[in-house]
C-alpha cells in the first residue's frame, strides 16, 4: 500500500494555528493596492481562519505531514 502524501498546494496555502485551527492568507492582497483604501488593506493584513467543513478538507489534505 503506498503512502499518504501531503497536498502540497495546501502546505503552501495553509498553516495550523497551535489550537489547531487553519489559518490563510486573505486575498485582494496582492497587487492593485493603490485603489484600496488605507483601512481595507490594514484589515487585509491580519490572517483569516478558516472554518467548518473547509477546515476539515484542508486538515485532510495536510495530515500525512503532521
Known sequence: MPKQKTHK???KRYK???SGKVKHRKRGRGHLLSGKTSGRKRHLRQDGVVGGVW???IL???RPGL
Request: glycine share 16%; hydrophobic share 40%.
Open 55 to 57: 477546515a476539515d478538507h
Open 9 to 11: 498546494g495546501m502546505k
Open 60 to 62: 485532510e489534505g495536510l
Open 16 to 18: 495550523l494555528t497551535a
